[in-house]
Structure formats: structure tokens, C-alpha cells
């Protein structure tokens, strides 16, 4: 057992504990007409340390009692020389209320008048109380040590059927607390120390004679408890010799005489406490897969589900395999991979098959393992249930040959998926994946063999540890497939990873047919050096053939930036893919001093504007890919544009300040970390699917405002208009002070517009070509009423 799975058992634990106490306490409330009086020992036997626990205790009772004015009402009596009403029964008619009330009481001190205070409550009766046909009850909380006998007034309350409750504080004397409560004493008496028992205790009590049921199958049940107290004894600690007169004159007589010593003695007394049971929800175990059941009240529960499981409240697989594919996996069993790294390969593939493959799954699974030869025990479509195939798994050995990937992989492209006899002559068309799992360098040619296996359209994912993310890669030929982790446990947190893999097979990359306005910032300032700048663009590059560019779907800008920003592209510049990656192609080296602050900036006024072409009711996304310097200055322009509904997206490589980095990204969810320029490559996958996942989240049309010259942005049921001030047009992007000079100014204003609209027209002209030709037909008819 890890330190780290004893303190999350610790911590379930504790959690369990008080999750079932607090639901108990909330929904074990005695709901009846109930007439409840708290009789406080405040004396000076008490103190004030034990007066500020009595309260605690009785603000603790209060939880098992469903306070309100038609049902159970709460006062309070405080006593010590002389009896104080604290407040009535129908001062406070709500549960908080009263416990506040409580909580200000005050502590008064003197003697132990118990009897008085009885007394006092036989004469008056209970101060707010209702008639006599509402039960009532006394809560005494005392330590029992009375200067008086209280006997005879307790025994009136009781023929006055008045229910006494008798609490314990401090170290009391049981003896005058059993004299006070009700019969049977066990079932009356309570101990403050245990605030929690003793409001069950105070319920269970309660609940047959008085209080609603609340919940069917609970039961009072008798446990054996203690009751404690300190008692002063008289011990006989030895002798001494003492003198003692004589009867004689002038005489004495040597003697020996007792020596006593008093002491305090924690004395406990076995007893029988009672406590209300319901059954646990979490008897039946319903929580699949390892989850773990916690329960919320009497009768409901939930579970913590184990990675991979949560689909529904019970710990169903949750990752499930929305994808049709027909699915191998190739197993290294060689002696490169030990015994150990084979039966981890065989424990992942279990969990992933329990957490991917449910019963209607419609993918087909097979296993084949190497090392000289290669074995398919398993073929794809063998097995219609996971138990069958999970046993199957089960019985597969380890041989511990030699490491022959290659030869694996060329074989398994011949053979490994075989059509049914029955429908030989069918043609099936689902996507193959071969997922590779290997923990050893190659001892002959992958090359060749990957690229067999691709011309015969299976789909290769390696999966491996670190130190073969090399050969992965060649193997499958693109970094995107391959998925490596640093420790065995890493490799179970990859099922998910592994998943989206599978499921990517035959569907267009990028983020589909999601629109998106996305913009890269790139650092190409000396920090980045030339050699490193070149790799930032091939990332750029890379990244942008996985988008389909249009108007309709995506649009990218490109910026770069030294100690000034510099707009390669606009959004609205291309409209193909191709135009992109040879623009992208294009870019210079600045390698001046950055500024990743002034970059933001430039974005925000600059490209992601209507006016540059981005386009309202879209996702705007920017990622700053950067080497960290300069950007002491970006947080704030970051935090302006992810106010307007831009998302800021953060690329740091190499050493880097990563406070600063994560003021700048907003969260740890939008800030990866590469280690190095040549393992950007590896990131490029986390970070489309980071932006996609953007590209499907809710848009508010006015952020940001797609209003130009100070519009005002009004939303309305899904779409917008623009309050303009000075200015006309659907976006405010026309002068009305232009277009009314027009007729006493006719020299060249309207000319200059149209040449302006004609040149560059607003983007959202661009999209709309009948209001571009509207706006400069109003500049023509100037014109001409003019001349």
C-alpha cells in the first residue's frame, strides 16, 4: 500500500463519515406537534467551558427536531441560584432561528438550584407553550450535582406526563440524572461528549411514541455504551507515628495512625444506548466495475467510479467505442519486454476491453503476439461478449523470443484479418487499426514493413514507453499515432487517448465541420533563433492542413512578432488550404527583442475584428506559440481578449516562467509545456483537440463586438443588432456625416469611399455582396443628383 492510496482511503473515508452523519441528521427529524424546553445548568460546578459545550449540544439536538410553528417548538431555561427564561416556545420559529438564539446565550454562573428550577417550570409551566393535547418535552443538561435534592418536583413533572430527558456534561453524577429522567432511564439519559449519538439516541427515543416515521425498514436498536465520571475516593496511602496523650499526668503515648490521601478517579459504568438503524443503500452493492459506493441519506446513494467507468450512476463503462472498426491487437512478447511488461500489455488490454467494449458494441476485437513467429489466438470477430474474450486474454503466455516488429508487422498485414467463409464474397469495408504494444527495440527493419502494412489501408497506433517514441514513429509514420507514457500507471491513463485514436480512423481531422476564427501568434524574435523559428513555422504549417479553410468552416490569420506584431495574413486573406500553407511558407525571421504583450494586443484591435474578417456568432481561438520571453506584458491584453470571448491558448517552450505563462493562459487547461522545439511535433494533436473542443462551446454574438466605431452591441433570440451613434450600416461601418456632405462637397469624398469599399470592403460585405453594391449605388446616386 502507497502512502498515496492510504491518504485517498483516509480521505473517502473521513468524506463517507461525514456525508452519512450530516444526511442522517437531516433526514431523521422528529416531524410531529411537539412542545421542546431546554433547562441549561449554567452554575459555577459547570463552568464556562462546559456551558459553551451544553449549548453546542443542544444546537446539536436541534437537528433531530423538524422545528416549525406547527409542529416542534423550541425554548430555553437557564438555571444556576435562580431560574432565567432564555427565550419562549414561540419566540424562534424556524431551526436557525433557535440556533442562533443559542448561540448567544450567555453564561451566568452560581450554585446548582436544580429542584428550584423545576419548580419554577411546574409553577409556570412551559413559557409559550400550546394546550395541554401537545406533548411536551424537558431536556436537562447538567453535571447532577444539585444542592438540593430535585426528586420530589421531577417525579410531579413526570405525573404531569411531561418527558424528561436527562443529559450528562462534564464528569457527572449519574445517580441525580437517573432520579430526573423519564422511565426507562437508559432510554432518557444522554451524554453531551457525543453530540451526535445523543441526537440519534434523543430520535430514536421519540420516534415510537411521538414522532412520524421517516423512512421504512429503520429500527431502534440497543448498543452498549459507558457511562463516565470522576469520583473523589478516600485511599489509604500508609502509617505513620504519631504521639497521643495518656491518661497519666505529664505522659504520652507513642501510637500509629492512618495516613489518607484524597484522589479523582475516572469511574466508568457499562450501560445500554439506543440508536436509530435504517438499512444502507449501499447493501446491494450497486456500484460495477470497482466503483465505490457512498450513501446520501436513507435512501439514496452514488459512485465513484474507477478511470473509464462512469456512463451511468452504477460505474458503467463510460469511454464506450462510438465507432465501427475492425480492431487487432499485436502483443510484443519477446524477451526485450520481460515477463512483467507483457503481463502489464495484458492487464491494459483487459481494462480497456471492460471500460471500450460493451454488449452491443459494434467492434469486432483479435489478439495476435510475437517475438520469432507470430500467433493469432484470438482472430478478429472471434468472441461476440467481453467475458469470453477477457478469458481468452487471460489464458495467453508469455514466450520471450526475439524482438521481430517487422516481420510481425508484415504478417499481420497478410493475415491478420481474415473475412468470414459465409461472406467471402462480401466486401467489408470497415476501417482495420492495428494497435501495436511494445516495449523493445526492433532487432530487424521496421520501414519496410509499416509501409506494406499501410499500402494494404490498415491503420497502425503503437503504443509504448518513452524511450521508443523513435521507432513508434516510423512504424506508424506520424507522431499523431503514436502514444507513449513515462510510467506503468501513466499507461492505464492513456485508455482514453487510445480511444479517440481508434475513433479518428476514417473521420476528417481538425474540428470537422465546426466553425472556427483562429489565429496563431508566433515569437520570431532572437530568443527563438532562426533554426528554432523555422520549426515553429513547420508546426504552423502542420497544424493548418488539418482544418478545412473556407469562409463557411475555418478561417486562419497568422501573426509573427519581435519587439513589434506583424499581420502575415488576415482571417478573411485565403480561402483555401493551399493558399494558407504557401503563405505560411513565406514568413521571415524578425529576431529582434519579443513581445508576446504588444502581439495580444495587435490581435485584439487588429485581427479579430469584423473589419479583418472574423465573423460573428463564430469561435475565435488564438494560440501564442512563444519561448516565454517577452511575455511579462501579455497577461493583461490575454485576460482583454478572453473577455471578449476569445480564447487564449498558450504554447510555452523550454525553460519558461510558468506563473507568468498560466496568468497569461487563464487556466492550466490552455498552456502546454514542450520541453524542447523537436518535440513540439508531439504536442500538435493535444493541442487541435484542446481547440476543438472550443470550437463546440457556446457563442455570445456580441463578444466580441462585431459593432464598429463605438456600436453598441443588443442581443436579441439567436442574432444581434447594432446601435450606431454618427454612423449607418448593419456593423456601423458607414459616415452618415459622409454621406449627408456629399451633395456640398462633391470633389472627391464619394470617390474616395467607393475606390475605399471597392479595394477593401468590410469582411462582412465580402460575404454579402448585395450590400457592398448597395452602399456604393447611395455614393453613385450622390453623385448624380450632385452634377
Known amino acids: 500500500i502507497t502512502l498515496q492510496?492510504?491518504?485517498?482511503?483516509?480521505?473517502?473515508f473521513i468524506y463517507v463519515r461525514e456525508l452519512v452523519g450530516f444526511y442522517c441528521n437531516k433526514m431523521m427529524q422528529c416531524s410531529a406537534s411537539l412542545d421542546v424546553l431546554f433547562l441549561l445548568d449554567g452554575s459555577y460546578s459547570i463552568g464556562k467551558g462546559s456551558f459553551e459545550r451544553s449549548k453546542h449540544f443542544a444546537s446539536k439536538l436541534c437537528d433531530a427536531l423538524d422545528i416549525h410553528p406547527d409542529r416542534v417548538r423550541v425554548g430555553m431555561i437557564q438555571f444556576s441560584s435562580t431560574p432565567h427564561l432564555e427565550f419562549p416556545l414561540d419566540s424562534y420559529l424556524t431551526k436557525q432561528e433557535v440556533k442562533d438564539r443559542i448561540k448567544r446565550t450567555v453564561f451566568r454562573g452560581g450554585s446548582t438550584e436544580t429542584g428550584r428550577a423545576l419548580k419554577y417550570i411546574l409553577h409556570k409551566g412551559f413559557p409559550g407553550g400550546r394546550n395541554s393535547s401537545v406533548p411536551e418535552v424537558l431536556i436537562i443538561i447538567s453535571d447532577g450535582k444539585s444542592q438540593g435534592s430535585p426528586a420530589m418536583p421531577a417525579m410531579q413533572m413526570k405525573e404531569r406526563h411531561i418527558t424528561i430527558f436527562a443529559v450528562g456534561i462534564k464528569f457527572p453524577r449519574?445517580?441525580?440524572?437517573?432520579?430526573?429522567?423519564?422511565?426507562?432511564?437508559?432510554?432518557?439519559?444522554?451524554?453531551?461528549?457525543?453530540?451526535d449519538d445523543a441526537a440519534n439516541g434523543l430520535f430514536s427515543t421519540l420516534s415510537d411514541p411521538v414522532c412520524t416515521a421517516t423512512a421504512p425498514g429503520c429500527k431502534v436498536e440497543s448498543h452498549p455504551c459507558e457511562r463516565r465520571t470522576l469520583e473523589t475516593v478516600k485511599e489509604l496511602a500508609g502509617t505513620y507515628v504519631c504521639w497521643k496523650g495518656s491518661?497519666?499526668?505529664?505522659?504520652?503515648?507513642?501510637?500509629?495512625?492512618?495516613?489518607?490521601?484524597?484522589?479523582?478517579?475516572l469511574l466508568k459504568h457499562p450501560s445500554t444506548c439506543f440508536r436509530t438503524i435504517c438499512p444502507d443503500p449501499c447493501d446491494s452493492q450497486p456500484c460495477q466495475n470497482g466503483g465505490t459506493c457512498v450513501p446520501e441519506?436513507?435512501?439514496?446513494?452514488?459512485?465513484?467510479?474507477?478511470?473509464g467507468y462512469g456512463g451511468d450512476v452504477h460505474c458503467a463503462a463510460k469511454l464506450s467505442l462510438e465507432c465501427s472498426v475492425d480492431l487487432l491487437f499485436l502483443m510484443d512478447s519477446s524477451a526485450g519486454v520481460t515477463l512483467e511488461g507483457f503481463l502489464r500489455f495484458k492487464a491494459f488490454l483487459k481494462r480497456f476491453l471492460q471500460a471500450m467494449v460493451g454488449q452491443d458494441s459494434p467492434m469486432s476485437v483479435g489478439v495476435a503476439q510475437y517475438d520469432d513467429d507470430v500467433r493469432v489466438p484470438i482472430e478478429v470477430g472471434q468472441h461476440k461478449d467481453v467475458v469470453s474474450l477477457?478469458?481468452?486474454?487471460?489464458?495467453?503466455?508469455?514466450?520471450?523470443?526475439?524482438?521481430?516488429t517487422g516481420r510481425a508487422l508484415q504478417y499481420i498485414a497478410q493475415h491478420g484479418f481474415r473475412s468470414t467463409p459465409v461472406f467471402a464474397d462480401v466486401q467489408d469495408d470497415l476501417p482495420r487499426v492495428v494497435v501495436l504494444l511494445t516495449d523493445s527495440k526492433s532487432q530487424d527493419s521496421v520501414a519496410e514493413a509499416a509501409k506494406f502494412t499501410k499500402d494494404q489501408n490498415l491503420f497502425l497506433i503503437g503504443i509504448g514507453s518513452s524511450f521508443m517514441r523513435a521507432e513508434l514513429t516510423k512504424v506508424t509514420g506520424n507522431p499523431q499515432q503514436t502514444i507513449v507514457y513515462s510510467d506503468p500507471q501513466d499507461l492505464f491513463n492513456r485508455i482514453p487517448e487510445l480511444q479517440r485514436k481508434i475513433c479518428s480512423v476514417g473521420n476528417p481531422e481538425g474540428c470537422q465541420a465546426q466553425s472556427l476564427d483562429l489565429a496563431f501568434v508566433v515569437d520570431a524574435?532572437?530568443?527563438?533563433?532562426?533554426?528554432?523559428?523555422?520549426?515553429?513555422?513547420?508546426?504552423?504549417?502542420?497544424?493548418?492542413?488539418?482544418?478545412?479553410?473556407?469562409?463557411d468552416v475555418t478561417q486562419i490569420a497568422l501573426v509573427i512578432y519581435g519587439s513589434r506584431a506583424h499581420t502575415v495574413f488576415a482571417l478573411d486573406t485565403h480561402t483555401s488550404s493551399s493558399a494558407v500553407l504557401q503563405a505560411i511558407d513565406q514568413v521571415p525571421f524578425l529576431g529582434d527583442s519579443g513581445s508576446a504583450g504588444s502581439a495580444l494586443l495587435h490581435v485584439y484591435s487588429d485581427v479579430m475584428t469584423v473589419q479583418k474578417g472574423a465573423r460573428p456568432g463564430v469561435n475565435k481561438v488564438v494560440v501564442l506559440l512563444t519561448s516565454g520571453g517577452g511575455v511579462q506584458d501579455a497577461a493583461a491584453p490575454a485576460q482583454q481578449l478572453r473577455h471578449n470571448g476569445i480564447l487564449v491558448f498558450v504554447v510555452a517552450i523550454g525553460d519558461?516562467?510558468?506563473?507568468?505563462?498560466?496568468?497569461?493562459?487563464?487556466?492550466?487547461n490552455y498552456l502546454v509545456h514542450v520541453s524542447s522545439y523537436e518535440d513540439l511535433q508531439y504536442y500538435q494533436g493535444l493541442i487541435i483537440e484542446r481547440i476543438c473542443e472550443e470550437a463546440k462551446s457556446p457563442v455570445n454574438l456580441c463578444k466580441p463586438n462585431p459593432c464598429m466605431?463605438?456600436?453598441?452591441?443588443?442581443?436579441?433570440?439567436?442574432?444581434?443588432?447594432?446601435?450606431?451613434?454618427?454612423?449607418?450600416?448593419?456593423?456601423?461601418?458607414t459616415s452618415k456625416d459622409q454621406l449627408t456632405a456629399a451633395p456640398l462637397n462633391p470633389s472627391h469624398m464619394e470617390s474616395e469611399r467607393m475606390a475605399a469599399l471597392l479595394q477593401n470592403p468590410p469582411a462582412q460585405q465580402k460575404a454579402n455582396g448585395s450590400e457592398a453594391l448597395t452602399q456604393m449605388c447611395q455614393v453613385l446616386q450622390f453623385s448624380v443628383q450632385e452634377h
Open 525 to 551: 524574435s532572437s530568443g527563438v533563433s532562426l533554426e528554432n523559428f523555422v520549426r515553429l513555422r513547420r508546426f504552423v504549417r502542420s497544424s493548418c492542413s488539418h482544418f478545412v479553410i473556407n469562409r
Open 174 to 195: 449519574w445517580e441525580e440524572l437517573h432520579v430526573l429522567a423519564s422511565e426507562p432511564p437508559e432510554r432518557h439519559l444522554l451524554f453531551a461528549g457525543d453530540a
Open 247 to 265: 491518661k497519666q499526668q505529664n505522659a504520652v503515648q507513642a501510637s500509629l495512625c492512618p495516613f489518607i490521601r484524597w484522589k479523582r478517579v
Open 5 to 12: 492510496s492510504l491518504q485517498s482511503a483516509i480521505y473517502l
Open 656 to 668: 519558461t516562467q510558468r506563473d507568468t505563462l498560466l496568468r497569461v493562459a487563464g487556466s492550466p
Open 709 to 733: 466605431n463605438q456600436g453598441v452591441c443588443i442581443l436579441g433570440p439567436g442574432s444581434y443588432h447594432c446601435e450606431c451613434h454618427g454612423w449607418e450600416g448593419p456593423h456601423c461601418e
Open 390 to 404: 477477457i478469458k481468452s486474454i487471460d489464458a495467453l503466455n508469455f514466450s520471450g523470443g526475439r524482438t521481430l
Open 297 to 307: 441519506g436513507l435512501d439514496r446513494y452514488h459512485c465513484l467510479c474507477l478511470l
